[in-house]
Nanobody, 121 residues
Framework: QVRLVESEGGWVQAGGSLRLSCAAS????????MGWFRQGPGKEREFVAR????????YYSDSVKGRFTISRDNAKNTVYLQMNSLKPEDTAVYYC??????????????WGQGTQVTVSS
């Protein structure tokens, strides 16, 4: 059984930083691309960032580029999202996800339960 478990999110003031982690089990982690998504209040879920199985390839949404960094530790079966210069509009439930391919439009196969991040102004 595949499980993706995000770390507890939290509350932070605008301009602050927060790091999320997502621990994976039940899959060959190093064979999967990993991604982060978010869903803000009253909004649809949106893509945030993704990282290739090796960690070499990364891709970000324009809204977080330059502020967020995705990384992974295959020895720990964990993917991270370092979030800096946070803005109130970053407030959302953040989800990690896994799929076999890095690029393209294939569906993400596995999802975590989500963790709340709140940024106050």
């Amino acid at each position: 059984q595949v499980r993706l478990v995000e770390s507890e999110g939290g509350w932070v003031q605008a301009g602050g930083s927060l790091r999320l982690s997502c621990a994976a089990s039940g899959l060959t982690f190093s064979s999967y691309a990993m991604g982060w998504f978010r869903q803000g209040p009253g909004k649809e879920r949106e893509f945030v960032a993704r990282i290739s199985w090796s960690g070499i390839g990364t891709y970000y949404s324009d809204s977080v580029k330059g502020r967020f960094t995705i990384s992974r530790d295959n020895a720990k079966n964990t993917v991270y999202l370092q979030m800096n210069s946070l803005k109130p509009e970053d407030t959302a439930v953040y989800y990690c996800a896994a799929r076999a391919q890095f690029g393209g439009n294939l569906p993400w196969e596995y999802w975590g339960q989500g963790t709340q991040v709140t940024v106050s102004s």
